[in-house]
C-alpha cells in the first residue's frame, strides 16, 4: 500500500518555535496530503503536493517532498496554541488516500 | 464553504444490530468514501465510490459492510451485523477534483 507513516508520534513545542514533522510512504504516488484532526473532530486538508513538486507553501506551512527517498515533511512556522492538533500525511495513488498514523503535536504557551 | 454532513454524531447499537450511517457529500462531487479511525489509532480506508458502483475496497469493507446512494443526495454505509471491534469513528469524504478530500465530523459508533 501508499501507507504514509509519520515522525514522530508526538511533538510539543513552545509558542512561537517551528514545528517540524516527517511522513514516509511505499510506493509511488500521484500527490501527497496534510490533514489536520483536532481531538474528537472530522480531518481538515491542509496542503496537496503533487509528485512533480518538491517544495510548496501555503500561509505558515511549508511541506517538501522528495520522491526519490519516498519521504515529505511539513513544516509549522511560528506555532501558535491554536495549532494543538494530530496532523496526517495521506498518500494518493489512484482514486484513494491512505493515512499515516499521524503526529501529535502540542504547542505549550 | 461547502460541507460534508454526516448524521448521527453519536450512535450505541447492540452487538449483532444493524445501523446505517449516512452522509451528505457536497452536491457536486462525484467520488465519496467511508474511512474509519479507532480511537487513538490511525485513519483506515474502507471503500471508495464512484459512479454509483464500489471503485475499491479494503480488507475491512467485508460482506457485513455496504454502501449505497439511495437518492442524489445521501450516501450511507450500513454495517449488518455489528461486532465490538466495529466501535470507532467513521468519517464520510467526498472529492471533486481539487485539492484535498472534504471529510465530514463524523460519526462515533460505540457497539456494546
Known amino acids: 500500500s501508499q501507507q504514509g507513516e509519520e515522525d514522530p508520534q508526538a511533538l510539543s513545542i513552545q509558542e512561537g518555535e517551528n514545528a517540524t514533522m516527517n511522513c514516509s510512504y511505499k510506493?509511488?504516488?500521484?500527490?501527497l496530503q496534510w490533514y489536520r484532526q483536532n481531538s474528537g473532530r472530522g480531518l481538515v486538508h491542509l496542503i496537496l503536493i503533487r509528485s512533480n513538486e518538491r517544495e510548496k507553501h501555503s500561509g505558515r506551512l511549508r511541506v517538501t517532498l522528495d520522491t526519490s527517498k519516498k519521504s515529505s515533511s511539513l513544516l509549522i512556522t511560528a506555532s501558535r496554541a491554536a495549532d494543538t492538533a494530530s496532523y496526517f500525511c495521506?498518500?494518493?495513488?489512484?482514486?484513494?488516500?491512505?493515512f499515516g498514523k499521524g503526529t501529535r503535536l502540542h504547542i505549550l504557551p | 464553504e461547502p460541507e460534508v454532513t454526516q448524521t448521527p454524531s453519536h450512535q450505541v447499537t447492540q452487538m449483532g444490530q444493524e445501523v446505517i450511517l449516512r452522509c451528505v457529500p457536497i452536491?457536486?462531487?462525484?467520488?465519496f468514501y467511508w474511512y474509519r479511525q479507532i480511537l487513538g489509532q490511525k485513519v483506515e480506508f474502507l471503500v471508495s465510490f464512484y459512479n454509483n458502483e464500489i471503485s475499491e475496497k479494503s480488507e475491512i469493507f467485508d460482506d457485513q459492510f455496504s454502501v449505497e446512494r439511495p437518492d442524489g443526495s445521501n450516501f450511507t454505509l450500513k454495517i449488518r451485523s455489528t461486532k465490538l471491534e466495529d466501535s470507532a469513528m467513521y468519517f464520510c469524504a467526498s472529492w471533486g477534483r481539487g485539492p484535498g478530500y472534504t471529510f465530514g465530523s463524523g460519526t462515533r459508533l460505540t457497539v456494546v
Open positions: 495521506a498518500a494518493r495513488g489512484d482514486d484513494k488516500i491512505i
Open positions: 510506493t509511488s504516488i500521484n500527490n
Open positions: 452536491s457536486n462531487h462525484l467520488y
